[in-house]
Structure formats: C-alpha cells, structure tokens
C-alpha cells in the first residue's frame, strides 16, 4: 500500500493541538486544497465588486432592485427544492459556537435546529476552528461528553430522536484563514476551510443518520456570491460522491444589498436552497456602512431604539416572508439575544414578556421559524409558533400577497423619530471594549448586560460611533459626537473596568488593546470593511 500523498497545504504558525489528525487528514486537505484553487479566484473578483459596489452607493445614495434580473424576478415558475424532513420544521433554532459544552446543550436543548456558529459568534482562534470541527464529528458519532472542571458537572447527549438538526454556519467570504495557506503562501479563504473541512467529514454521516449537510451562509451582499455558494455545493457533492441536493443552505439576509436581491439569491441556489433569515444586527451596520456618507437621512439612532416595528425594518422583514413563501422556502426570524439573570427575577420577568412579544410577531408575521441565543428561551419561542402553527410544520401557505414593498421602503431610515443619545453612545463604547476583549481571548459569544453578544454587536456598535461623529451629532445633553468625546467616553469605561474586575484580572486580559482597537475602528477617516480584520491581526492562536 503506497503512502499517501503529502499535503498541497501548509499548516503554518499553529501548535498542535490533541486529535488535529482526526480533522486534518491528507484526504480532507487535498479536499480544501481542491475548493481553494478552483473557487478562490472567483471570490477575489467578487470582493472587488463588494468595493465597486459601495463606491456607487456613495456616490448616489440609493438603491434599487436589479434591472438585469427583472425576468427572475417575474418568473412565477420556478421553487426552491422541497425540503428534506430534517429541516421541515423550523420553528425555533438556537445559535452558539462549537466549543463542548455548547455543542452538546444546544443539540439537546430542544429546539428544532442548531445553528453551529464558525462565524459571528466564534472567535477564529486555531484551535477553535480544528476542536470545533471535531467536536460536532464527536457528536455525529455519539462519543462526545463533557464534564465542567469547576462545578464537575457532566453533560451528555439524549436519544438521537430529541437532538436539535445541525445547520452549520461557516465564516464569511472576506475572512481568510491565516492558518492554512498553499504553495505560494497565499492563506485559504477562512469560508472553504470551514465548509470543506465539515462537508468532507461529515456529509455521508449525516446521510446515514437521516439528515445532510446543511449550511447558513453569513455575510453575503449579491446574488453573485451566492452562485458562487451554489457551485462550490454541485462540486463538492461530485467530490465526495454523495447526490446533488444533499445540501440545503439558508442565506442570512443580512445586508442591505442582499434585501434588494432576495429572489435572484433563491434562484441561484434553488437546487441546494432551505430559506432566508432576517439577521438584525448585521443589516443596521451594512446600512451605516454602505450610506455612511449619505447624510443625516441616514443616521441610525440607538441601536435598542431600532425595533423590528419600525418601518424599514418591517419592510425588509415582511418582503423575507413574502418571497420567501412565493418560492417554497422557509422564512426565519430574528434572534432574542436575552440571557436570563439568576439573581434577577423582575429583569428576567420584563425581558421574557419582550421576547414574547417579539416572537409572536414573527409569528403572525408568516415567518416560519426564529432564533434564540439560550436554552430557557427555547420553550417562550416555541409557545409562539406552536400557537400559530399548531401541527403544521411551517406556514409556507401564507403567501403574504398583501405585501407590497417599494426600493425606498428598505432604506426609510429618516421614517424613524428616535434620535441618537449620550447613553446610546457610552453604550456602544462599552459593548464594544467589552466584546472585543473577550474576542481577543478567543471567545466569540459573550453575555453583555443580560445580551448575548457576537460580532454582528460590536460591528454596529462601532459603526453607530463612526457614523455619529462623522455626521456632527448633537445629544440630547448638549454635546456634539466629536472623536475627542468618544475618547473620553472610553478612558472612562477603561477606569471603571479596571476597578469592577480589579487589578490583576485587568492585567490578564485584553482590555488596552481592546479599548484602542475600538477606537481605531470607531475613529479612523479609512473606515474598516469589517472590525474582525484588524481584530483577527492581534488575535493569538
């Protein structure tokens, strides 16, 4: 028997870590190795139309749906394919990363789908993208448990028939992986590693089991890039033998661009599409980002004061779940980002009446499922659309023909009264800090005031910082958002942090780095794409 055929990647700048063997195999390598040489290419280009496209927004402060795709839109033919029964019901999907513990209480935490988080909420540390892949093969394989070293508690998984489907969510197509780069030191796009590692281990073993690859897709602006998506599925699944529309992805519409191409985005994953999903946090910063210059027609107020009530949310919303349905796809809602106090009973009684209320909305809104971030908030989610749904497994029936949404309605965003506050401002300041400390030490997903928080958070916290001082805001107290005052605001939550953690666990983290990133972000005339570029640079491991 010959050996096998070294790798044509180079693992670089990375300790081993225990089991990497299990995931980076030979076989899966060249695997990669095959997705970054054919695929690559066309992501730079697409990219580079990311750019061009913004340039054009700021330079005409509007969008529109696309002319060239008219005829797509028109067709009232074509479906998406029908979904398999694993992710027939949706009604309500938990989020979180892949670390151990979390893998195993979100697969048994009761709701009907896992989104298993590469992206927003992992921090992409080596051996959070390597040990997460093996964990979720633990998983599929059943010899996955996990015991707290600090309460030794022990977590172990229930009947295979209780366990939540895994819809993996890989990171986004800017992102690279430093990690893993090929023969002309080029680093493979953090996107096909995520992807080809997971499909190449897993995808017959979820087949075997009843299920199949399924994929949330973040981050994407075009239909362009979800083509891109669409051909990556047809050949991997000739890769590794397995039948063409054994994949099913869900595209999170989290752009703005997207909104404008929901449609063109289904059709071109018609063969591979399971539904779209409305991600708040991300589409405010991609509208700060994208219209940042446009004026104050476009100044976002306090995050928390932009409800999915207000008028171009609803809009952006209610069109999901239109076109959605009109296609045979799923619609899937927002996240409730709450995480319950036990030491707070009133906060914890006024939150869950909030999150009620939210997922009854979405509920009657026609959507067919919807996120939470934890497991106390599974059961309110689900009395929610059990109420609407009653046995059925989704509402793909209400086909919301009521819905009429014109290209303006999706960027209204002066139809909103809410205006920007100081404390909105010290809040994104300490969101920020706060968030990106935590991510620095390789966690992705982190309880902030009773919210848990993930990229997406500290992206619009930034970009609301930003897009303030630049747009000369006035507060309510009389202070104008000058980069002076964002300093002031962050020296001071800096102190305050030092003295509520004291200081030896100040010196332990992050903080200064953290603090000066934010700002860098938060300041700069050059503003960043994405925070977790820069971030990514100072991240270890």
Known sequence: MSAPAPSPLEIVDAEPLPRQEEVLTDAALAFVAELHRRFTPR???????????????????????????????????????????????????????????????ALNS????????????????????????????????RSIDFTDPRSGKSYALRPADELATVVMRPRGWHLDERHLTDADGRPVPGALVDFGLYFFHNAQRLLDLGKGPYFYLPKTESH????????????????????????????????????????????????????????????????VKNFRDGGPRFVLPDRNAVTMTAPFMRAYTELLVRTCHKRGAHAI???????????????????????????????????????VAHPDLVPIAMESFDRVLGDKPHQKDRLREDVHVEAADLIAIDSLDAKPTYAGLVNAVQVGIRYIEA?????????IFNLMEDAATAEISRSQIW???????????????????????????????????????????????????????????????????????????
Do not use: C
């Open 43 to 105: 992501r730079d280009e697409l990219l580079a139309r990311r750019a061009e496209r913004r340039a054009e927004i700021a330079r005409t402060s509007t969008l529109d749906f696309l002319p060239e795709t008219a005829a797509i839109r028109a067709d009232d033919s074509w479906k998406v394919a029908p979904a398999p029964a694993a992710l027939n019901d949706r009604r309500v999907e938990i989020t979180g990363p892949t670390d151990r513990k979390m893998t195993i209480n």
């Open 110 to 141: 009761g709701a009907r789908v896992w989104l298993a988080d590469f992206e927003d909420a992992s921090a992409p540390t080596w051996e959070n993208v390597v040990l997460g892949q093996l964990n979720l093969i633990d998983a599929y394989t």
């Open 224 to 287: 362009l890039e979800a083509r891109l998506w669409n051909d990556v599925f047809v050949f991997a699944q000739d890769y590794v033998g397995v039948p063409q529309g054994t994949v099913r992805a869900t595209v999170l519409i989290e752009t703005i661009t997207a909104a404008y191409e929901m449609e063109e985005i289904l059709y071109e994953l018609r063969d591979h599409a399971s539904g779209l999903n409305a991600g708040r946090w991300d589409y405010l910063f991609s509208i």
């Open 333 to 371: 809602g927002g996240m409730a980002a709450f995480i319950p106090s036990r030491r707070d009973a009133e906060v914890n009684k006024v939150a869950f009446e909030k999150v009620r209320a939210d997922k009854d909305r979405e509920a009657n809104d026609g959507f067919d499922g919807s996120w």
């Open 439 to 447: 991510w620095l030490r390789g966690l992705g997903a982190v309880a």
């Open 467 to 541: 897009q303030w001082i630049n747009a000369g805001v006035e507060f309510e107290n009389g202070e104008k958002a000058t980069p002076e005052l964002a300093r002031k605001v962050a020296a001071e939550e800096l102190d305050g942090i030092r003295k509520e953690i004291g200081e030896e666990a100040f010196r332990a983290g992050h903080w200064q780095e953290a603090h000066d990133l934010l700002l860098k972000v938060s300041l700069d005339e050059d503003y960043a794409d994405f925070l977790t570029l820069p971030a990514y640079e100072q991240l270890k491991g």
